[in-house]
T-cell receptor, first 114, second 111 residues
Framework: DTAVSQTPKYLVTQMGNDKSIKCEQNLGHDTMYWYKQDSKKFLKIMFS???????INETVPNRFSPKSPDKAHLNLHINSLELGDSAVYFC?????????????FGNGTRLTVT | KQEVTQIPAALSVPEGENLVLNCSFTDSAIYNLQWFRQDPGKGLTSLLL?????REQTSGRLNASLDKSSGRSTLYIAASQPGDSATYLCAVPGGNEKLTFGTGTRLTIIP
């Protein structure tokens, strides 16, 4: 039983395309996140949702749009992909906020833009 | 702005040895600190969450300590095993509960 699952695991696409990454958690958590890990392995938060409401929106280009249809799902849609978007994107969830309870991560989606 | 540093960036030790990983942070006004491990091609696995009111937290062979006043945390691994090889990251929450991650220490246990 995978706690936080994201699909696809790998995504290779050309510049200018639009793509989506899906994330689902079966832990009953209220809060979900998207993180980006760059080529130097540095992890940075992009978005945080609590019970379907946007809580954190870092300085991310508006080509990135998260969508939370319910509190168990947080999808990430990316428009007009650019080379610099290549990275590993991680979905995560926590019972309460990140400051209060441990985060549970998915296995990541490796996005390669050519 | 919170900055989290982990030194060294990489560490290799023979199997069976005890070892310590270090994490330092610039803003001591934190209310907890988390340690994670990341295996290649995988997500992060939460190891320990230590509250600011605690000085230590233990799970099996792992022991995390926290000294807020000095802005430091350590992760002690006893009797290391090859399966402990991974990248270890620490993270602290900031404003709006955003986690700031360290750059990680890549640990290799030599059989």
């Amino acid at each position: 039983d995978t706690a936080v699952s994201q699909t696809p695991k790998y995504l290779v696409t050309q510049m200018g395309n639009d793509k989506s990454i899906k994330c689902e958690q079966n832990l009953g958590h209220d809060t979900m996140y998207w993180y980006k890990q760059d080529s130097k392995k540095f992890l940075k938060i992009m978005f945080s949702y609590n019970n379907k409401e946007l809580i954190i929106n870092e300085t991310v280009p508006n080509r990135f749009s998260p969508k939370s249809p319910d509190k168990a799902h947080l999808n990430l849609h990316i428009n007009s992909l650019e080379l610099g978007d290549s990275a590993v994107y991680f979905c995560a969830s926590s019972a309460q906020g990140a400051g209060s309870s441990p985060l549970h991560f998915g296995n990541g989606t490796r996005l390669t833009v050519t | 702005k919170q900055e989290v540093t982990q030194i060294p960036a990489a560490l290799s030790v023979p199997e069976g040895e005890n070892l310590v990983l270090n994490c330092s942070f610039t803003d001591s006004a934190i209310y907890n600190l988390q340690w994670f491990r990341q295996d290649p091609g995988k997500g992060l696995t939460s190891l320990l969450l230590i509250q600011s009111s605690q000085r230590e937290q233990t799970s099996g062979r792992l022991n995390a300590s926290l000294d807020k006043s000095s802005g430091r945390s350590t992760l002690y691994i006893a009797a290391s095993q090859p399966g402990d090889s991974a990248t270890y990251l620490c993270a602290v929450p900031g404003g709006n509960e955003k986690l700031t991650f360290g750059t990680g220490t890549r640990l290799t246990i030599i059989p």
